[in-house]
Each structure stands twice: as C-alpha cells, then as structure tokens.
C-alpha cells in the first residue's frame, strides 16, 4: 500500500517555484562551506509527533486524518513503519527517531512489549537495509505508562526503578541491532510536583545509577561506541524536572562523573521554556564540549507551554544554525524535527508541506549563518567590544600574571574610566541584512 499515492519525491526547485511540493531552498547536494546541504543538516524526521499523534488536544480529540490507523494495534504498528519510510525516502531525509512507545503497543505487560517490539524493530530492520535511511536516535518512553506516575529512575518504588532499567535496556540493545548513532534520556517525569515530600538527593543519585549501568551495558555488548544524550526541559509535565536547563545538565553529569560518554540533545522550545533562546543553550552546551544533536521545533510566546511548532522563524535558526558551524558541525547528532502539525493542518498531505517548511528554513539558515561566518560578522564585533583585554591591565589578566593586589594599585590610579556604546540596534540591523 502507498500512504502517500499523490505526493513524489521531492526535489529542489529554487525559490521561483509555485510548487508546494518542492524545496525551494533545501538543495541537498548544494556546497556551504566545503559540506553539502546534506551533511550539515543531517534531517531526521520524529516518529512519535509525525506518526502517532492524532491531534487531540486538551479540549478536543483527535483530528488527523491517517491512512495507517486499524483497529488492530500491531496492524497500525505495521502500517506505520511502512508509512514511515515512504516518507523519509520522498523527503530525502536519511534519519529518524524513535521512543519504543512509538513503534509498537504495550499490550498487557512488559514481556508482551518487548515481544511486540522484537516484531516491530525486525519490520524497521528491513526497510533500514532496503533504503539506507538511518538510526539518528531510539529512546525508552518512560513516562506514558501508568506505572510512571512518580518518576522512572527518579520514582519513590524500586520496582518501577527495575522495569524502567529493564526498558532502558531493552532500548540498547535495539539500538545496537539497528545501528543507532544515539540514545536520548528525556526523563519527563523525572522530576517533582512538591518539595515537601521528595528526597532530591536520592532520587537525583538514583538517575545517576541508571546512567552508570547504560555505560557499562552498552560497553558489554560491544556498543561502546553509542552517545548518550540527555535532553533538558524545565517543567512539563512535572512542576520541576531535574534536567531543567543545559547549564543544569551539564552540573549534574560532572557532578557524576558522566560527560565522557553523555551529551546534550537540546530542544528549541524546551529552551524558551526555561527562559533561554535556542542559541543561548547551544552556546552553553558547546562551552561545556557538549552539544549532541538538536531537535528542532519552536514554541508560540503567547502560550506557556510546549506547542512544539515546525520552525519557519528564519532569525533563530540562522543563530542556531551559527553555533552548529561554531561548534564543527553537529555529527553523530542531527537536526530532528521535534515537531507537530497543527491541529488544523489534519490532512496527510500537511505532514509533507510542514517538513518541507523546516527543511527550507533551515536551509536559508544555513547559508545565512555561512556568510555571517565568512565574514568574521560576530568575531569584529566581539574584538573590537573585548579589546582592552589585548594589551596592558587586559592582557595581564587573561594570563594569570596579576592578582588582587597589584589590580588595586592600577584601580586607584584610574581617574576617568571610558566605557564604549555597544551600537546594539545598529548591530541587529546589520544582521537583519543577512535574513534577505
């Protein structure tokens, strides 16, 4: 069966098309800074928003409209994989992802899971040989289960502590089979709804316990290779999650000793929630040497929580893409459309014109950020602004040749101090001139 009878693979048309089914930006083999479009970006398409969410919303049911749907769970199973991956070959994107929840149904117990999922992943086996397409990332779910209504690792039950292990394991050991280039923990329940009855420290080191077992697991079946990513959010659905910012995950992984094998996979819209812009986090997460992989999305300013909108805000996936190429690309990580419909784009059809829409966009970033870098754009401004660190009092300081003492004697001899406008406004002009 074909799922999408009326759409062709998609191809590159420029920006004079009227076609709503070509790219008219994303040109895969186009060369940017000595790398095709392709290898910068490294697309991958969600499962769990593209094929299994239906929809609803807090007041209303679902409303897509979905050719794979059954009245049979493992039948929908089936259909989706195939649905999948005639998608990902008609956009041309060569990766995906995957919570275990997504691919296959729970049914009554975890052992019949793990059945179903033996099922479902020998399915994606295949059609991963037939057409090349690739493993970015595979995650547990482990906060959709009933079971996890205190927490995962974090929960106050060692029992569900065990079946989240169990799951997590479960998780490695297909991304082994399926050559997975990663594996997120997003732990979303892995937080708190009150103080008053937590015990943080306990179930922050239980968190850390898991992480140790999943390196030394992954180390024993001969998967040493695999990147671990931890993915910040800072509520949602928990009042307070552990993993609350970059700055947050990165103090707890070296609190642990963790950050020879985890990285970060950072969300756009996860970081307007914790009050930060995409960049920002990025930054820190490369500060750290710590950026893994992105998923890319945006939230509305105007509602306080996770719409998780495909991205078309050129502005910020220039920037965004601007620390990617700062950071020497995004590999093994990728750009993964964390991303939903809208609730009125319900036809099968949206999903095809939204990851066009992301795609284009973040294409033009690509080339924007580009010539930014080329010409040294944010590096003059920076210079110029910190240069007083290049000689005399400055440089002493940035070389450790000085202390509190002999700062004070040159303070006191300071008489009229000159501090230099920053031209903020005409610097956001000037970078305006790169969006057009």
Known sequence: MTYFPTIEKIKFEGKETENPFAFRYYNPEEMVLGKTMKDHLRFSVAYWHTFVNDGADPFGQGVNQRTWLTDDPMKTAKNRVEASFELFEKLGVEYFCFHDMDVAPFGESLEEFFKNLDEIVELIAKKMEETGVKLLWNTADRHS????????????????????????????????????????????????????????????????????????????????????????????????????????????????????????????????????????????????????????????????????????????????????????????????FDAKVRRTSFEMEDLVLAHIAGMDTFARGLKAAAKLKEDRFFEKIKEERYASYQEGIGADILSNQTNLKLLTEYALKQKNVQNKSSHIEYIKSKLNDYLV
């Open 145 to 336: 289960n009933p079971v996890y209504v205190n927490g995962a690792a974090s929960s106050n039950n060692a029992d569900v502590f065990a079946i989240s292990a169990a799951q997590v394991k479960k998780g490695i050991d297909i991304s082994k089979k399926l050559g997975g280039e990663n594996f997120v923990f997003w732990g979303g329940r892995e937080g708190y709804e009150s103080l008053i009855n937590t015990d943080m420290k306990l179930e922050e080191e239980n968190i850390a316990r898991l992480y140790k077992m999943v390196i030394d697991y992954s180390n024993e079946i001969d998967h040493g290779d695999l990147v671990f990513l931890l993915e910040p959010k800072p509520k949602e659905p928990m009042k307070h999650q552990y993993d609350f910012d970059a700055a947050t995950s990165m103090a707890f992984l070296q609190k642990y000793d963790l950050t020879d094998r985890f990285k970060l996979n950072l969300e756009a819209n996860h970081a307007t929630l914790a009050g930060h812009t995409f960049e920002h986090e990025i930054q820190v997460a490369r500060n750290y040497d710590a950026l893994g992989s992105l998923d890319a999305n945006q939230g509305d300013m105007l509602l306080g929580w996770d719409t998780d909108e495909f991205p078309t805000d050129l502005y910020s996936v220039m920037l965004t893409i601007y620390e990617v190429l700062e950071n020497g690309g995004i590999a093994p990580g990728g750009i993964n």
